[in-house]
């Protein structure tokens, strides 16, 4: 599956792939039904990175300067509104981030979704 995303870099439209992440097909369209209004990047991160892995939750980093506890409430709303899988949402602040907060982002194996 693939979705149409804007680079606000670059000023260029471009595809992003969902297929080499483990997301069925109801939860890859409540994905993007819950980040659709998004305009920040998003990554996946965790057990659902590894297409041969098995179970676990859906973990989603967002890097934004919106209110981190609003944002997370309303993708995680808007994302159960669809589907029934638990998901983590975790926003940070580019402009603001913590040494800890570098320390656990250096961690992960995170896959641009958006």
Do not use: W
């Not at 209110?67 to 638990?86: G, H, V």
């Amino acid at each position: 599956m693939r979705s149409l995303s804007y680079d606000r870099h670059t000023h260029k439209e471009t595809m992003i792939s969902l297929k080499n992440i483990r997301l069925d097909c109801a939860e890859r369209d409540a994905l993007l039904y819950a980040l659709r209004d998004v305009k920040d990047d998003v990554y996946l991160f965790g057990s659902r990175t590894n297409p041969a892995g098995r179970g676990g939750d859906i973990d989603i980093v967002v890097f934004s300067q919106q209110d981190s506890f609003a944002l997370s409430r309303k993708i995680t709303s808007q994302f159960f509104m669809k589907c029934e899988e638990k998901i983590d949402v975790v926003v940070f602040d580019r402009q603001s981030i913590s040494n800890e907060q570098k320390a656990f982002l250096n961690t992960l194996h995170l896959v641009k979704i958006q």
